[in-house]
């Protein structure tokens, strides 16, 4: 353990250390992304400023420090590759993962499956037997492979030389996915899939695109009645309840929290410290040792309150706005990823906390916010493709 230890901690200084060297050398390019955006700088400046009125001035320090570092290499990574480049490089990040969670997962199940190793904590025997792979539980599993997926489907579609591996990754996250028990993830994923038509009709002109989307969301608010009609039924065959396994309930000891401390919040990282800090009150009502809000939205009025909160919709609005404008005017099939991504984090964070907390997701977002900035791209020079996969232009 010592060993890991060291080596954490290397790289918690070394990662940052060449991110500042790599925006040096490619600072001309930084410069020109971070100029053209202004309201995520606000609610980035507000989450730091936090500091000043949080519960817990150390955790929150600690928490600014960690934003920091994923800000920074977003901005490079978003200033340095081409939103083709970041798939590519993002699908074989997740395949590492996914192969990875298969080997601890099959033959280290001790610490790849929930329940088998030395944790006798009351979460890991509620799901014994799921896996989690390389990651700390099954549900951050689900979520991160669900992303993976989407991702492996949207690299290099149907080139020849590639699509058979496209589909093993594919398969081998659906997969993963199942092993997971993430009921909720699995959902996701066949409702991103299935709104890639629903992303492809934009670009359509207006006396098509408007008929066909009013025919979906007509779809879709029958599926949503059908659904609250018979939430019970549905959600017992999935193994849950009404109470969404006790997250109503959670939400509802999470909202008197809120309403104590409603413009500004706790501090970015100030409530949720366990037994020691404004959280104790929740976990002794809940019985058991709650991580999070178990939504992403009530978690960002825990650390950051009503304004910030508005800073974060207003900064997803305008970003979702930029992804809606490269998807109908670029003509490649990655200009689907930007609206993908947000859809799924929106949707993602209706039961799990991913914005600030998780520091991979916050990194996406980052990236692509400012990804959407690189308007450049989509005037650049196209050759001619016949390869096409569902209207859009593929290598």
């Known amino acids: 353990m010592g060993g890991i230890g ?24 930084v410069v020109t992304l971070i100029v053209k955006e202004k309201i995520y700088w606000l609610l980035v400046g507000f989450a730091l400023l936090s500091i000043a009125w949080s519960s817990a001035p150390g955790e929150t320090f600690k928490s600014d420090i960690n934003l920091i570092r994923v800000i920074l290499f977003g901005i490079f990574f978003a200033a340095r590759y081409r939103l083709r480049e970041q798939i590519h490089l993002l699908a074989l990040t997740f395949g590492v993962a996914i192969l990875c969670s298969f080997v601890f997962g099959g033959l280290f199940p001790k610490y790849g499956v929930m329940g088998m190793g030395l944790e006798v904590d009351q979460e890991n025997l509620n799901h014994a037997g799921s896996w989690r792979g390389i990651f700390t539980h099954k549900n951050a599993m689900g979520r991160f492979i669900t992303l993976g997926t989407l991702i492996f489907f949207l690299t290099s579609p149907y080139r020849k030389n590639k699509q058979s591996l496209k589909w093993l990754a594919v398969a081998s996250g659906i997969l993963l996915i199942l092993l997971s028990t993430s009921k909720s993830s699995l959902i996701i994923l066949a409702t991103l899939i299935a709104l890639i038509p629903l992303f492809r009709a934009l670009r359509w002109n207006y006396s098509k695109s408007i008929p066909f989307i009013m025919t979906i969301l007509f779809s879709l608010g029958s599926i949503i009645t059908l659904f609250l009609d018979n939430a019970e039924l549905i959600l017992s065959s999935m193994g849950k309840d009404m109470t969404l396994t006790g997250r109503t309930d959670l939400w509802s000891e999470v909202l008197i929290s809120i309403g104590e401390k409603p413009w500004f919040g706790y501090g970015l990282g100030g409530f949720w410290r366990g037994l020691k800090g404004e959280s104790e009150v929740i976990i002794k009502v809940m019985q058991w040792e709650v991580p999070h809000s178990h939504n992403g939205f009530l978690d960002i009025l825990l650390d950051l309150g009503i304004v910030g909160l508005i800073l974060f919709v207003i900064s997803f609005t305008a970003t979702y706005l930029r992804a809606m404008f490269h998807l109908r005017h670029g003509d490649r099939f990655e200009y689907i990823f930007p609206s993908l991504f947000l859809t799924f984090l929106l949707m993602a964070n209706l039961t799990e906390s991913s914005f600030f907390r998780q520091g991979f997701m916050m990194l996406l977002f ?30």
């Open 6 to 29: 060291a080596i954490e901690k290397l790289l918690y200084y070394l990662i940052p250390f060449l991110t500042i060297i790599f925006i040096v050398i490619y600072w001309r390019s």
């Open 366 to 395: 980052t990236v692509v916010t400012f990804s959407t900035h690189r308007i450049q791209d989509l005037k650049e020079s196209i050759p001619p493709s016949r390869n096409v996969f569902w209207g859009f232009k593929v290598e």
